[in-house]
């Protein structure tokens, strides 16, 4: 079993920064490509960024790119999200995903567990 474990939302204004962080639990980390998603209220869960298991490779939402860096420490089990010049849009629930071997990071159906999310709330 894995489990996830998002934290390091919360209330910022806007063109400030946070960074997320995602604790995962088990040996099976390190070999999986692993992403963050999002979802506001009345929206459909989007993609974010993702991150290969190895760290090498990233990928980013058109919406945050330049904005938003996602990275990982295999050693630490741990995958991170530092989240800078924050909008009003990025307000949403935040949740970390460990992503099926082989499949697109940044489709959802791409994931097999998900943690139970972290609100960010960005101010105008």
């Known amino acids: 079993q894995v489990q996830l474990v998002e934290s390091g939302g919360g209330l910022v204004q806007a063109g400030g920064s946070l960074s997320l962080s995602c604790a995962a639990s088990g040996r099976t980390f390190s070999g999986y490509d692993m992403g963050w998603f999002r979802q506001a209220p009345g929206k459909e869960r989007e993609f974010v960024a993702a991150?290969?298991?190895?760290?090498?490779?990233?990928y980013y939402a058109d919406s945050v790119k330049g904005r938003f860096t996602i990275s990982r420490d295999n050693a630490k089990n741990t995958l991170s999200l530092q989240m800078n010049s924050l909008k009003p849009e990025d307000t949403a629930v935040y949740y970390c995903g460990r992503s099926y071997p082989t499949r697109d990071p940044s489709r959802e159906d791409s994931y097999d567990y998900w943690g139970q999310g972290t609100q960010v709330t960005v101010s105008s």
């Open positions: 991150i290969s298991w190895s760290g090498r490779s990233t």
